[in-house]
């Protein structure tokens, strides 16, 4: 996507916002596809994405910036909210991705919303984290007939943090004041007050070499 295509984008984006409150930014290499029946609601508070999450550290980014807004599709911003560099937020047809407020996200954070997506109040995540309600492949099951749910509701509780490259697929919901590990794929709901991570093995086996001269 060129600069003058990405900056036309960025204008038919910020079309779709309505508030009476609160500011709305996104940097200048954020790519941005929205169809005109999607819209963007601050309520309270400041939007922020795409930028540096620190003056003083360099993160890589693997990607440009990226929201993408379906038919019918809504962010809904009820406080401040910050994304780094290399985020990237889609939310498909007729799906609602709400942030309560005071959310930070480090950098190669993604969002994947095709049904509800709902950041609780201060609620945070570190860098390479993706959350998906819905990565859009059917499946059957073995019964005759029988179709897998597609697409569950993903809701964070308030002032839940997320360790760094947790992935959160779709039908969890974390309790208020939980942590959630680093390297965890999340795969249950997890109570108010806990703490959750994967607990991996270390295997070691002697009499082996690499072979590398």
Known sequence: MNFITRYINRIKLYNKLKTNHGLFNISSNTN???????????????????????????????????????????????????????????????????????????????????????????????????????????YLRDKPNSQACFNKSLIIGQQVGIQMNVVIPKGISIGNNSIIGANTVLRENVKENSLAFTKNELIQKEGYKSGII
């Open 32 to 138: 941005c596809i929205s169809k005109s029946s999607s819209k963007i609601i601050i309520n309270k508070g400041n939007f922020n994405f795409g930028f540096p999450i620190s003056k003083n550290a360099i993160f890589p980014a693997y990607n440009n910036p990226l929201i993408k807004l379906s038919e019918n599709s809504t962010i809904i911003i009820n406080g401040n909210v910050y994304f780094g560099e290399g985020c990237s937020i889609i939310v498909g047809k007729n799906a609602t991705l709400t942030f309560e407020g005071e959310n930070n996200f480090a950098h190669n954070t993604n969002i994947l919303c095709n049904n509800q997506v709902v950041f609780g109040y201060k609620s945070s995540s570190s860098w390479n984290c993706y959350f998906i309600d819905w990565d859009g492949h059917e």
